[in-house]
């Protein structure tokens, strides 16, 4: 069997992002941590099963910042590191302090931008300030999924409010950090269209808030609700046409709207029919570093009009699975 190194992180790669409005190299790290406060609790948000693959409970402090300088030894050119856990990056029972503070110091001293993630609980004044004073160029990024607190609540089981991101964003924003805004493409139990609706509504209402918004459609990890669904065809991932229809219509304002695709093209993740995915993720990608709304305009293919009919008959379904294969033959 497989021993885990609990001094090594979970993954270590390298992106290209926008910054200021110009390309860069963005380094990404994944922590192992002792898993989010959360899925402890509750068992989680019903789409997330990244603690099954990066929470280890007897992980220490000086795990995580052996984990960190080892991810470190492959910074080079970049302007952005970027740290994920399987939770909060605030949380003191998943990071603790110490290490945190070691982290943000090594980024402060380098004079990047660090971007990390928190559940709105632990983001109070004391801790984003703590963190300026280390790093100068915070970003935190919170998953909101949707600005509907009753999506969010019942189909998502995300445990806090439109209010709480409220509150969070306006801390760290009053203090001199920006904030990246996660949002979910197709939470169970909601159709096609319905996501579609929702993402869009959802990027006006975080707008106001966000340095950047990041659409992230569901991919289908494994033990987790939204596997349990689509094990039983109750649940499709979306359709790249509509990640394609929500990054056109939406409204950012003055953020920076992007969507972050895991697993695009496969039966989890989000896919198209295999002939057009490529191009399609190509345009996404290239829309993220451009912001041109112009990159997502693809040529068409044939299984647009099966989308297009997946919208218009989803909604009178007895449930929010893959219906593409009973009506892919209707003229």
Request: hydrophobic fraction near 40%; proline fraction near 3%; glycine fraction near 6%.
């Amino acid at each position: 069997m497989h021993r885990v190194r609990r001094d090594r992180p979970a993954s270590i790669w390298t992106e290209e992002e926008l910054l200021d409005g110009k390309r860069v190299l963005a380094l990404a790290v994944v922590l192992r941590t002792s898993g989010c406060s959360w899925w402890k609790r509750t068992g989680g948000c019903a789409m997330c099963g990244y603690n099954a693959s990066s929470s280890y409970p007897e992980i220490s402090e000086e795990d995580i910042v052996k984990q960190f300088e080892i991810a470190w030894q492959s910074f080079a050119s970049h302007s952005i590191v970027k740290i994920y856990t399987s939770g909060s990056f605030l949380d003191d029972a998943e990071v603790p302090a110490n290490a945190r503070d070691s982290i943000l110091s090594k980024a402060g001293e380098a004079g990047v931008r660090l971007l990390f993630e928190s559940r709105p609980e632990f983001v109070d004044k004391g801790v984003i300030s703590r963190s300026l004073e280390l790093c100068g160029d915070i970003e935190l990024a919170i998953g909101l999924e949707s600005a509907n607190d009753s999506v969010r609540e019942e189909s998502i089981r995300k445990g806090f409010s439109f209010g709480d991101y409220v509150r969070a964003s306006e801390t760290a924003i009053s203090l001199g950090a920006g904030i990246r805004t996660y949002l979910l493409l197709k939470p169970p139990y909601l159709t096609e269209e319905e996501s579609i609706s929702d993402a869009v509504s959802s990027i006006s209402e975080a707008s106001e808030y966000s340095r950047v918004i990041s659409i992230n459609p569901v991919n289908v990890q494994k033990r987790t609700v939204v596997d349990r669904l689509y094990r039983k065809g109750a649940f499709r991932s979306p359709w790249l046409w509509s990640i394609i229809r929500v990054l056109k219509s939406a409204d950012a304002g003055d953020a920076m709207l992007i969507s972050s695709l895991v697993g695009a093209g496969s039966n989890r993740g989000p896919h198209n029919c295999g002939s057009c995915d490529r191009v399609a993720v190509q345009a996404i990608e290239a829309f993220n570093l451009t912001q041109d709304k112009a990159k997502l305009d693809v040529p068409f293919c044939e299984c647009m009009d099966r989308w297009e009919r997946n919208l218009s008959v989803e909604k009178f379904a007895i449930s929010a699975g893959d219906h593409e294969n009973y009506f892919s033959g209707i003229p």
